[in-house]
């Protein structure tokens, strides 16, 4: 038996059981199921159609659930979308208004307490780079210089490398989403944007509430939390 697995994400292009059966026959072992999109009632419809081809098929298909996260995003953009451009400044507000190449805003409202002078942002999985020049708590902005160009479009992911962000370990619709996979049986959870270890013992108090056996897989993007693996592994054989 293979030990490397084929996981896909089945959302609204790839949910009809003709398209699962073709994946499943293709090879795919885990079904992954994005909670950052979609309703519990069009998930369980997912599990339910997954479990029903596989049956048939008379294969085994592992479900995993991936939370969403405490993430930080940006709002939207005037038109959609703004162009940075390497050299100009930019501020970011911390008050939500439509995004332009001279302010946008983030869904974050602590970011201004977390960052400070010299701390990097990086928007859209790091494909623009901002350096913070200038904290305004009075107006709850952040002036920055813009290190690289680029397009940035509505809702576009932000991270703040090397800086301690305040974000709890799971929200609320996590705690939520993971009950309910609780009860859909799924096999595994994935979590998502996790920054320290208590963050994977929270989702463990949980399940051991409902008397859940779900292995949880910790998605480690950041080089702070790699520093710290060992810890991460720990909590992990808990």
């Given at each position: 038996m293979r030990k490397t697995k084929i996981v896909c994400t089945i959302g609204p292009a790839s949910e009809s059981e003709e398209m699962i059966e073709k994946l499943i026959n293709a090879g795919?072992?885990?079904?992954?199921?994005?909670?950052?999109?979609?309703?519990?009632?069009e998930h369980k419809g997912r599990i339910d159609?997954?479990?029903?081809v596989a049956k048939r098929l008379d294969k085994i298909v592992a479900i995993l659930l991936d939370t969403k996260g405490p993430e930080i995003r940006t709002?939207?953009?005037?038109d959609g979308i703004i162009e940075?451009?390497?050299?100009?400044?930019?501020?970011?507000?911390?008050?939500?208004?439509?995004?332009?190449?001279e302010k946008f805003s983030v869904t974050y409202e602590n970011l201004i307490n977390d960052v400070q002078v010299g701390s990097y942002i990086l928007l859209d999985d790091g494909l623009i780079e901002?350096?913070?020049?200038?904290?305004?708590?009075?107006?709850?902005?952040?002036?920055?210089?813009?290190?690289?160009?680029g397009e940035l479009k509505n809702k576009k992911g932000v991270n703040l490398p090397g800086v301690r962000v305040s974000l709890p370990g799971i929200?609320?619709?996590?705690?939520?989403?993971?009950?309910?996979?609780?009860?859909?049986?799924?096999?595994?959870?994935?979590?998502?944007?996790?920054r320290r270890p208590s963050d994977v013992l929270e989702i463990r108090e949980i399940?051991?509430?409902?008397?859940a056996n779900i292995s949880v897989f910790p998605k480690l993007k950041t080089k702070k939390v790699l520093i710290i693996l060992r810890k991460f592994l720990k909590c992990l054989m808990v």
């Amino acid at each position: 038996m293979r030990k490397t697995k084929i996981v896909c994400t089945i959302g609204p292009a790839s949910e009809s059981e003709e398209m699962i059966e073709k994946l499943i026959n293709a090879g795919m072992n885990v079904a992954r199921l994005n909670f950052s999109h979609g309703s519990h009632e069009e998930h369980k419809g997912r599990i339910d159609t997954i479990r029903k081809v596989a049956k048939r098929l008379d294969k085994i298909v592992a479900i995993l659930l991936d939370t969403k996260g405490p993430e930080i995003r940006t709002h939207n953009m005037k038109d959609g979308i703004i162009e940075l451009e390497r050299g100009n400044e930019v501020i970011v507000s911390m008050n939500e208004v439509e995004g332009t190449p001279e302010k946008f805003s983030v869904t974050y409202e602590n970011l201004i307490n977390d960052v400070q002078v010299g701390s990097y942002i990086l928007l859209d999985d790091g494909l623009i780079e901002l350096q913070v020049k200038d904290i305004d708590h009075a107006k709850k902005e952040v002036k920055c210089d813009i290190l690289n160009s680029g397009e940035l479009k509505n809702k576009k992911g932000v991270n703040l490398p090397g800086v301690r962000v305040s974000l709890p370990g799971i929200t609320e619709k996590d705690a939520e989403d993971i009950r309910f996979g609780i009860k859909e049986n799924v096999d595994f959870i994935a979590a998502s944007f996790v920054r320290r270890p208590s963050d994977v013992l929270e989702i463990r108090e949980i399940l051991e509430e409902q008397k859940a056996n779900i292995s949880v897989f910790p998605k480690l993007k950041t080089k702070k939390v790699l520093i710290i693996l060992r810890k991460f592994l720990k909590c992990l054989m808990v």
